[in-house]
């Protein structure tokens, strides 16, 4: 597949064609070709070239993310607004609306900022709120968990922690006993990157709390584990300061948010260029 200065019909020199991931990245080198060469016999006017064609690049690239930036936006709102009233899905959705919920959540990863986000982890550490999945808690499972009288559902987070390749998945819940008891599931695992887009997932343990809610749902930890548990690779296909979207192997896919309000805007100038900030 050609580069992306080359899709733009400039001629990327031979020794960074392969190399060229992203058009800032393109200018950068051609420059420190430019710079390189320009102690031997490399002509004034091919300097100025490609010093024409760096500039124009960035300004390209400029352009090209501020026109993207606004097309994600807009994409954002249209799944909020699909999303309304939903409950994250967990319970099940009608098919037709489900379809067109993924056909968004696609188009919105057609978008991404970040296209080798296991490269650049900063951009998903933090805590983050599940907005929906494609996860399901039905019939005798919705049953046997009390879902339908006895236990609510609160929020879903996934806490990442990448300076100890960490990820907590927390499920806040009550339940309506004896007044109104808050619970907490809580399963941890680690990570590792095996791809620019994936990682790969190992579960370590899980627990429920208060400790009485560990003995009262001790024989349903398997059944929490069989629709909770993270184990296996998941792709990180968008992120950016206000989403995240993920596929794993089970076929799930997850769209969520920043639990304590948006995330450096900085974080994201990794690989458009755009300098929102320092590194």
């Known amino acids: 597949m050609p580069c992306s200065a080359a899709m733009r019909g400039v001629t990327c020199p031979s020794n960074i064609t392969n190399s060229c991931r992203s058009p800032m990245v393109f200018a950068s080198r051609l420059r420190a070709t430019e710079r390189w060469k320009g102690h031997g016999a490399y002509a004034k006017h091919d300097r100025t070239r490609i010093h024409s064609q760096a500039s124009q690049m960035e300004n390209g ?102 300076s ?6 927390q499920v806040l819940f009550s339940l309506n006993l004896f007044g109104r008891l808050p619970g907490k599931l809580t399963i941890n695992a680690t990570y590792k990157a095996v791809s620019p887009l994936r990682v790969q997932v190992t579960f370590a343990n899980a627990k429920l709390e208060p400790r009485q809610l560990q003995e009262l749902f001790a024989s349903q930890l398997d059944v929490l584990l069989s629709i909770f548990n993270p184990e296996g690779w998941l792709d990180i296909t968008y992120v950016d300061h206000s989403h995240r979207v993920g596929r794993d192997q089970k076929g799930n896919a997850y769209n969520r948010m920043p639990a304590g309000g948006l995330l450096p805007l900085y974080s994201f100038s990794v690989t458009r260029g755009v300098k929102a900030g320092a590194h």
């Open 164 to 169: 100890n390749s960490a990820a907590v998945n």
């Open 61 to 162: 690239m400029m352009t090209s993310s501020i026109h993207e930036a606004a097309e994600a936006t807009e994409i954002k709102q249209k799944i909020s607004r699909a999303l309304e009233g939903l409950n994250r899905g967990i319970f099940g959705i009608q098919a037709s609306r489900q379809a067109a919920i993924l056909s968004l959540v696609e188009d919105l990863e057609q978008h991404t900022m970040v296209s080798e986000p296991t490269e650049h982890l900063q951009t998903v550490q933090g805590c983050w709120r599940l907005l929906f999945s494609t996860i399901k808690i039905q019939g005798v499972k919705k049953t046997r968990l009390g879902l339908r009288e006895v236990v609510s559902l609160g929020d879903f987070l996934q806490i990442i922690d990448t």
